[in-house]
């Protein structure tokens, strides 16, 4: 959107308010007020806490910053502020009913319709090329993405609709070598971009070997036959005691059926296909399997490099496949489909160098901690990234299926515990290349 004018960039902000807001009532229209207020893990909040949070958020930044006009309900920002408030403890908080939270976020809504009508997006940075526009829209598509997990804790019937995600169109498989040489890491120019994700910056990287696909149910289903989630050699020491703590020995929502093994996926019980990737594994997981199938996780540079850079010119561009915004033959994001697709679903969506499927199915784990690119400044506020900073939170990349295309670029960094799995977390393996195969 750098270079509409202010007319196409108001459209632009607007269909991207509507859509977010269209997924929004999706998932939340999809259950009765008592399951809208139940806490269906405590690792979630009740649906219907997101839902008022999204709308205070939209308040904070568009309505009273931006817009400069009286609060609508400043009563209720402490409930809704997520510092105050941990996950556990929110369906206990005197919330907004689901009928009042519905309001409100409509009140908040033509407030900022208003605005937008009269705003000039001038040389303010909090609202240049629509910055704290883009961030909303950003936020609430990142909570849908949160309720859309929540949904998948909820037990009962299924709520959820969409057709299957396409089967594969090539046959994908095996390493694609990257070759040694400095790229572009991080962002100056995408407008939408967060702080995270800045500045540009230049990372030399030694030759190295990265998956052409993520790694599949098939893969993983070796693993564990093979005694993984038993031997403590392929894990890290914090990894081995969460893994008998936890007692972990499968993906989570993975059930034994028979010979095989079924997983739930919105109240569905289905098959565990092969040829899918892996999800719900948390960092631990991951990082054992790549040392069982003796390589490692990616450093987030080298995630990026496979993601970004252009063989042809050099460049960083926004996407594996160029500098277009995905559509639907491109990748498997905005809950489209509920589940990851078959490797190979989706030739177009390939890096040059014919990485495939780094841009959604599943969020990515690397391995490296959530830190600020070097010259990082917090913008607009300390606790979106920099407040996360440190070893506890590891970086994932490339959005899930359940991502939304305005919350998913070559440079969005997602972050998380290493234990976490309840997202829509699957990882690929990388490894150092080896001499001969370094050589040009
Ligand atoms: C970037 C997905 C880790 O959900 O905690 C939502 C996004 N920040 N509200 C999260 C976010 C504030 C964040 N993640
Ligand atoms: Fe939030």
Redesign the pocket.
């Given at each position: 959107s750098h270079a509409l004018g202010a007319e196409q960039l108001r459209d632009h902000i607007a269909a991207e308010l509507d859509r977010a807001r269209a997924r929004t009532a999706l998932l939340t229209d999809a259950v009765d007020d008592a399951d809208l207020m139940r806490q269906h893990s405590p690792l979630m909040s009740p649906l219907v806490w997101d839902l008022a949070?999204v709308g205070n958020?939209e308040e904070l930044w568009l309505v009273r910053d931006v817009g400069g006009r009286d609060p609508v309900r400043q009563d209720i920002d402490d409930l809704y502020d997520?510092f105050k408030q941990p996950r556990k403890d929110r369906p206990a908080l005197p919330l907004l009913r689901p009928g009042e939270a519905r309001t409100y976020v409509g009140t908040v809504r033509d407030k900022v319709y208003d605005l937008l009508d009269t705003i000039r997006f001038s040389e303010r940075p909090l609202v240049a090329d629509g910055f704290a526009f883009g961030m909303i829209v950003q936020?609430e598509q990142?909570?849908d993405?949160?309720m859309l997990a929540t949904h998948q804790l909820r037990s009962g019937a299924a709520v959820l609709h969409a057709p299957p995600p396409p089967e594969p169109r090539a046959a994908v498989g095996g390493e694609v070598l990257v070759p040694a040489g400095p790229f572009t890491m991080g962002t100056d120019t995408d407008p939408w971009a967060l702080d995270n994700e800045r500045p540009a910056h230049r990372v030399d990287l030694p030759a190295y070997v990265i998956d052409a696909a993520p790694v599949t149910n098939g893969d993983y289903r070796r693993f564990i036959a093979e005694g993984g989630y038993d031997d403590p050699r392929w894990w890290s020491t914090q990894g081995w005691a969460h893994r008998v703590d936890a007692d972990l020995t499968a993906p989570m929502h993975w059930r034994r059926d028979g010979d095989g093994w079924a997983y739930r996926r919105f109240g569905r019980w289905a098959p565990v296909r092969d040829d899918e990737p892996v999800v719900h594994v948390c960092w631990h997981e991951a990082q054992a399997y790549a040392a069982w199938a003796g390589k490692r996780l990616p450093t987030e540079a080298e995630w990026e490099k496979a993601a970004r850079w252009d063989p042809a010119t050099g460049r960083s561009r926004r996407y594996p496949w160029g500098d277009d915004d995905p559509t639907a033959d491109h990748a498997n994001l905005g809950q489209r489909h509920l589940w990851p697709a078959p490797v190979g679903a989706y030739p177009a969506g390939a890096s040059p160098l014919g990485v495939h499927q780094l841009i959604g199915d599943v969020w990515e784990w690397t391995s490296t901690a959530f830190r600020g690119h070097p010259g990082f400044t917090a913008f607009p506020y300390r606790?979106?990234?920099e407040v996360?900073f440190g070893d506890d939170h590891r970086v994932l990349r490339g959005g899930s299926f359940g991502t939304d295309r305005a919350a998913c670029r070559g440079t969005f960094?997602?972050?998380?515990y290493s234990i976490r799995r309840q997202i829509f977390s699957g990882f690929r393996c990388a490894r150092d290349a080896r001499p001969e195969e370094s050589r040009p």
């Open positions: 949070h958020q997520a936020h990142q909570h993405e949160t606790e979106y990234s996360f960094r997602n972050w998380d």
